[in-house]
């Protein structure tokens, strides 16, 4: 794994070990909640550029590299969904696949029973993002062998991510004041609406996804949340 450190909320770093060859991010105790959105943001830029490494399997028995105990599987629920990770027993931290951590900081989320109708209309199989195994979408909406639920990494739920995090970043450098203070706890009491859904966004990333599709990988389907984050380097490039 290579270590390195990112910067943490008010002052500091956070050091965080990656594993591209296994897709996952190690952090120390607490290590993800008090990452900065700088970092976040940093964490997006690193995985987009690693996404075409190739990929070792996930051990089936995972240690602590503090402790050396056996990790434990884990999940909580975050805003975007429910998000899965291994853990220390005894509180050292935790390892965390890429898709998790994305889904975790809000860049991917589980399709609507709409956005699959969608994709069924286009596509038959796709690739878990998760371990890679191919979904068929006639039978099933998640993976048969790791059980994730079908997602994708949907360009406007990135968008707002990105500028979530860049104006936490602003609002972190320049201190809280008493107005951001009852702004934040307004937004926190207030439920917010609930938004139509748009599969536009869906459809032109199956669209990208085909155009784009070239060697054996194509085989096993279409990965969403891979083919999103190559959307994305794709734009940044041009």
Not at 48 to 75: F, I, T
Not at 124 to 134: H, L, V, Y
Not at 135 to 140: F, G, P, Q, V, W
Request: hydrophobic share 40%.
């Amino acid at each position: 794994m290579q270590g390195q450190d990112l910067e943490q909320n008010y002052h500091g770093a956070v050091r965080v070990d990656l594993c591209f060859g296994c897709g996952g991010i190690w952090f120390d105790r607490l290590g993800s909640v008090q990452l900065a959105p700088a970092g976040v943001v940093e964490l997006f830029k690193q995985i987009q550029a690693h996404l075409k490494d190739s990929r070792a399997p996930v051990a089936d028995r995972l240690v602590c590299p503090r402790c050396d105990d056996a990790l434990a599987a884990g999940s909580d629920l975050g805003k975007a969904g429910r998000f899965s990770y291994f853990r220390c027993l005894r509180g050292d931290g935790r390892f965390t696949p890429f898709v998790q951590f994305l889904r975790e900081k809000q860049f991917v989320r589980t399709l609507s029973p709409a956005e699959i109708a969608r994709v069924r209309s286009q596509v038959r199989q796709i690739q878990c993002s998760e371990c890679g195994a191919p979904i068929d979408l006639e039978a099933s909406t998640q993976c048969q062998y790791c059980h994730a639920p079908v997602s994708f990494l949907d360009p406007e739920a990135v968008q707002k991510a990105v500028q979530m995090y860049t104006d936490a970043e602003k609002r972190r450098a320049a201190g809280p004041t008493p107005d951001a203070l009852a702004d934040a706890i307004l937004r926190v009491h207030t439920p917010p609406a609930a938004a139509p859904i748009d599969t536009s966004h869906l459809s032109r990333l199956l669209d990208f996804s085909q155009s784009r599709a070239t060697g054996s990988g194509a085989s096993l389907g279409v990965d969403l949340i891979s083919v999103g984050i190559e959307a994305l380097g794709y734009l940044f490039e041009r």
